[in-house]
Structures are given as structure tokens and as C-alpha cells.
């Protein structure tokens, strides 16, 4: 994926990034997906399995545990910019406990897949710095 200059200095100034090099950097570009998502767009669906590490970038989120966006709802949380979530089911493949829905329009946000680091070396040892 291209990324402008502007987005690849934001993603590197990221407390994830912290203490990656240049070839770890750059792998991390090549395998992160950049997504787009427009208010009450499902994210991630409860009950879904997922291996996933999102970092929220632009908008907002929420987290809900009713079938759809209900902001009154007293089981919803609201996430904002920035920020990550899904970290337990990237460490872990797992079922997913909420339906997480875009609060904002426009919610931007980076998608890093466990699967795709560990199909080399080197994501390997990128995977091994993000858990510790």
C-alpha cells in the first residue's frame, strides 16, 4: 500500500511504532490495510472470530452489545481518536464480544492482521516486539 507522507510520518509517531527500525517500519506499511468506514458501518461483527489489531486514526467507534447503533443504549462505549482496539484478539484469536459500529463519518482506520506477520521472519519479530 502508498501512503502519503503526511499518513507514514502520523503511523510512525504512533506509540506502536516506537522502537520499530526502518526495515521493521516498512514491512509494517507493506501488510497494513487502510480502511475508510462511514457512520453506524458495522466494523467488526459480535461473535466473529478475529486476529486483528486496529488503530484508529480519524473518527470514533463504539462498542455495543444490541444488534445495531443505539447510543442510549447503557451497554455501549465510545472510543475515539487515537487510539487502538482488538488487541486481545490479535495476541489471541478469538470470538468477538461486541459489534463495534463507526460513530463518525469518515472513521479512519489502520487494520493489522496477526496472520499476515506471521508469515515471515521478520513479521515474526515485529509480532514478538508489539506483545512484550
Known amino acids: 500500500m502508498v501512503f502519503s507522507e503526511q ?13 520499530m527500525n526502518d526495515d521493521e517500519f516498512d514491512f ?6 487502510e480502511k475508510i468506514y ?7 461483527r459480535k461473535g466473529a472470530v478475529s486476529d ?19 447510543p442510549l443504549n447503557h451497554q455501549t462505549y465510545l472510543l475515539q481518536t487515537p487510539a487502538l482496539f482488538g488487541e486481545s484478539s490479535f495476541l ?4 468477538q464480544p461486541f459489534d463495534i ?17 506471521e508469515r515471515s521472519q521478520l513479521g515474526l519479530h515485529i509480532l514478538n516486539k508489539l506483545i512484550l
Do not use: W
Open 52 to 70: 486483528e489489531l486496529y488503530l484508529l486514526d480519524e473518527g470514533g467507534v463504539v462498542f455495543t452489545q444490541s444488534n445495531g447503533y443505539d
Open 28 to 33: 509494517l506499511l507493506q501488510i497494513v490495510e
Open 92 to 95: 489471541s484469536p478469538r470470538s
Open 101 to 117: 459500529l463507526a460513530h463518525e463519518e469518515n472513521t479512519h482506520l489502520y487494520i493489522f492482521r496477526r496472520r499476515e506477520l
Open 7 to 19: 499518513k507514514c510520518f502520523l503511523l510512525q509517531e504512533h506509540s506502536l511504532m516506537k522502537g
Open 38 to 44: 462511514q457512520k453506524g458501518e458495522r466494523i467488526i
